[in-house]
């Protein structure tokens, strides 16, 4: 009591037994009760929050500092009594809620989206969606039955559990996929303000994604090289542009049996439309390179850097003997310039040499080797134990076995010996020293061409290598965010879905680059399963007042561990520090 205001302070604990006796350890900090203090922060500031603006008239902690003790009031609890109902996941799906405010999608979609009469708005249920897809949740039917329940987003979105079925999930990609252009358009300038991005340097590159069932609706949907091993599915491919920094900037969709070559000229159209054609750097992988698109962006007076295949390296076999003239890049790999042959001196390449990727290489084909010569064998055996007459059927069998493995089958020759009767009866394999030489020669290599105008090797590597950004996107998208298979079928859901899986993506390169900027690395799952630990939970807790029995029901977020808490006040990342009372059960008396 003082100066006529009283205040209750709550804490829920558990005794634990030290070397000094049993003491008593906080598991979670319920707060004041009074509703002043309930009004002034805690859940109802949840939006501020998540905003990173929070409004309070007390001081905000500085890091490492600890609350000064209050006094408490005691009231009489029925210690047996009090019980811990509904855990939730908080941390788990505070997180990307958070990124989602800080980036103003939020915003953004409320002022998109003409509010009509739905009970829940369109911005709150693309929340939901991306914050699932976030949390690696793979289908709407998931969400709707049993992951939005058993997450906190109830609490923190104010709406009910029962309001967030299928079909309004449903519904809400359909409203989403409306507005792809304009929510891209957003994020590049939400980078530009959070970041400091530029778009001098523009990484391409392509991936694809299968469908469960037959997608017999998608005209998009057909089978076509699967980069997840599964050619039996039908797919489509997906094309990526992204800064260096692995930030998604846009994407396409292209049928599943589109080659990768072929999308170049619809990308770089794409976002010469959307964000002029101000000069910029185009960095794609040898995948993506053909004479024709090297022409197209010549014309458009596009600077690029690109991949080439390997066998252009046949032209600098000499410049591969040569001692001199290597630039060290870094530690086992080196690079220079070198002339083409054949070139029009329009264009520079850089040749560059890798220690780690010779290794690789090495065991790559010495794999292949072995089991070409297994396979090759086989063969041989079975010539043996029966000489064929039908020399297609051999030259099938032999062929199979070289495509198997096409590394090998460039160093390792296979001739078929006949008998008098002119059958095939045996199979004598053996390397190619003229092969194998020129692939030792070339292994670990690799060619660039470019037009730009800067001549140092080591830069114009550097910028090369950040492709691996791209890569590294896509690698997230597919293992962290859930982003095969494809449950849809109609065009418009499966255009939907990949839209909130790239705006998930958004969420977690955007979280990589925060963390990056405060110094904490850039692992973002190591973070992410950090701040999962975090969880809510209403506490029941049984008092007696005057006589009269009442349950008081506080919501209430989990105390972090201390190494959590840290990467929370490193982020400016705020939880609601205050319990606050979401049920007053009916007195009884005893």
């Known amino acids: 009591m003082a100066g006529g205001e009283s205040y209750d302070y709550w804490s829920l604990c558990e005794t634990v037994r030290t070397a000094k006796g049993p003491r008593q350890r906080v598991v979670a900090g319920l707060g004041k009760l009074d509703d002043e203090e309930i009004r002034s922060g805690g859940w109802e500031d949840i939006g501020s929050l998540l905003r990173g603006k929070r409004e309070s008239r007390s001081r905000q902690l500085e890091f490492g500092e600890e609350a000064a003790p209050s006094a408490p009031r005691w009231e009489k609890v029925d210690v047996g009594a009090v019980r811990v109902e509904r855990v939730r996941e908080f941390g788990q799906v505070y997180l990307p809620l958070a990124l989602w405010h800080r980036l103003g999608l939020e915003k ?45 987003l109830e609490d923190l979105l104010g709406v009910e559990k029962e309001r967030i079925n299928e079909d309004r999930l449903y519904r809400g990609l359909d409203v989403l996929a409306a507005h792809k252009e304009k929510l891209c358009a957003h994020l590049i300038e939400r980078y530009r303000d959070w970041f400091g991005v530029r778009m001098e340097f523009l990484l391409y590159d392509v991936t694809s994604t299968f469908f469960e069932g037959q997608a017999e609706k998608n005209p998009k949907a057909a089978r076509g090289y699967s980069r997840d091993s599964r050619p039996d599915c039908k797919q489509v491919c997906i094309g990526l542009v992204c800064t260096p920094e692995g930030l998604p900037l846009s994407y396409e969709v292209f049928s599943g049996n589109r080659a990768d070559v072929t999308t170049v000229e619809d990308i770089v159209k794409m976002m010469e439309e959307k964000y002029g054609a ?68 329009a264009e520079k390449y850089v040749l560059c040499r890798s220690t780690a990727r010779a290794e690789k290489e090495r065991a790559m084909l010495a794999r292949q080797s072995e089991g070409l010569a297994g396979e090759l064998a086989k063969i041989h055996a079975w010539l043996v134990r029966g000489p064929q007459s039908d020399q297609e059927k051999v030259g099938r069998r032999i062929g199979r076995a070289l495509g198997k493995y096409p590394a ?37 290599a690799y060619l660039l061409r470019t037009n730009c105008e800067e001549t140092d090797p080591a830069t114009l590597w550097r910028w090369y290598i950040q492709l691996i950004a791209a890569e590294a996107a896509f690698r997230t998208a597919k293992s962290d965010l859930g982003l095969r298979p494809i449950y849809h079928h109609l065009q418009s859901r499966v255009d939907a879905h990949i839209l909130v899986c790239f705006l998930a993506l958004a969420l977690w390169r955007t979280l990589e680059q925060w963390m990056s900027a405060k110094g904490l690395g850039s692992c973002a799952r190591r973070l992410i399963d950090s701040i999962s630990t975090i ?56």
């Open 108 to 152: 953004l979609l409320g002022e998109l989206v003409e509010p009509g009469r739905e009970a829940v708005g369109w911005a709150t249920v693309a929340s939901v969606l991306v914050a699932a897809r976030f949390c690696a949740q793979r289908s709407e039917l998931g969400i709707a039955e049993g992951w939005y329940e058993k997450s906190a």
């Open 278 to 345: 101000a000069e910029r750097v185009w960095v794609m992988d040898r995948g993506m390179v053909s004479e024709a698109n090297i022409a197209f962006l010549r014309e458009r007076k596009a600077l690029y850097i690109v991949g080439t295949p390997k066998s252009e390296l046949r032209h600098f076999e000499a410049a591969l003997l040569e001692a001199e003239n290597w630039t060290q890049v870094q530690d086992g790999l080196e690079a220079r310039m070198v002339e083409h042959p054949d070139g029009d001196g």
């Open 408 to 444: 090998a089958a460039r160093v390792i020759q296979a001739r078929v010996q006949h008998d008098t009767e002119g059958r095939a009866c045996a199979l004598c394999f053996f390397s190619h020293l003229e092969a194998g030489g020129r692939a030792h020669l070339r292994r670990g």
């Open 535 to 590: 969880k809510s939970m209403d506490v029941i807790l049984p008092v007696e007042r005057s006589g009269l029995r009442t349950d008081l029901r506080l919501r209430v977020v989990a105390k972090p561990e201390k190494d959590t808490a840290q990467l929370l006040a490193h982020l400016g990342l705020q939880i609601p520090r205050q319990s606050k009372i979401i049920e007053n059960v009916v007195p009884k008396i005893d």
